[in-house]
């Protein structure tokens, strides 16, 4: 069965500094993967997903993630984090089998301080 | 662009009360989703429908009922509610192939005392 697990419920980074999101996955079946953010009391919207193309992918707001099919991860990062950037961002697996539903991880929430 | 729309955005509800959510979506997508959201707990699916006329259970349906009502809406219903069903409830489309982007609505509060 399909799974996502990231490390780590709260990440707190300075203005300016490297953000780095962790998410590893278990999938029986090459997956797709999606980094989804959550700002306060509104739904997700996409910030990239990794569909078999690329294993670098490019998002929104210069978030960047990197499909390692070795390590079963899909780290999401930004070289230099905003105030506009707290969040809570989910990491979600797909598998090809299984139509469009998505797996989520726990959320990771992103405090960047002045 | 109105997307997804979940109605409604706030409800509180006594135990044993029942309600639905509503959903509709505006992009002709043929599959919808209801998911739950919970402190720690990330995203939970708890009904989807891959096309109008089917439904399927996700990973948390006790306690839930849905209905696809056509290619547009999907509704979801709370027969007896329970404090354990408090939770942010979002609603989902997609295109039904594996790999698509899932869009979300705003999300509907929801508290049962």
């Known amino acids: 069965a399909q799974s996502v697990t990231q490390l780590g419920s709260h990440v707190s980074v300075s203005e300016g500094a490297l953000v780095l999101l962790r998410c590893n996955y278990s999938s029986s079946v090459p997956p797709y993967l999606f980094w989804y953010v959550q700002y306060p009391n509104q739904g997700l919207q996409l910030l990239l997903k990794y569909t078999s193309a690329a294993t670098l992918v490019k998002g929104i707001n210069d978030f960047e993630a990197e499909f390692k099919k070795s390590e079963t991860s899909f780290h999401l990062t930004k070289p230099s984090a905003h105030m506009s950037d707290a969040a809570e961002y989910f990491c979600a697996v797909s598998e090809s089998n299984q139509g469009g539903k998505l797996i989520f991880g726990q959320g990771t929430e992103l405090s960047v301080k002045p | 662009n109105a997307g997804v729309t979940q109605t409604p955005k706030f409800q509180v509800l006594k135990t044993g009360q029942s309600m639905t959510l509503q959903c509709a979506q505006d992009m002709n997508h043929n599959s919808m989703y209801w998911y739950r959201q919970d402190p720690g707990m990330g995203l939970r699916l708890i009904y989807y429908s891959a096309s109008e006329g089917t439904t399927d259970k996700g990973e948390v349906p006790n306690g839930y009922n849905v209905s696809r009502l056509n290619k547009r809406e999907f509704s979801l219903r709370l027969e007896s509610a329970a404090p354990s069903q408090t939770s942010v409830y979002f609603c989902?489309?997609?295109?039904?192939?594996?790999?698509?982007?899932?869009?979300f609505g705003e999300g509907s509060w929801l508290t049962v005392v």
């Open positions: 989902a489309s997609s295109e039904r192939r594996s790999g698509n982007t899932i869009y």
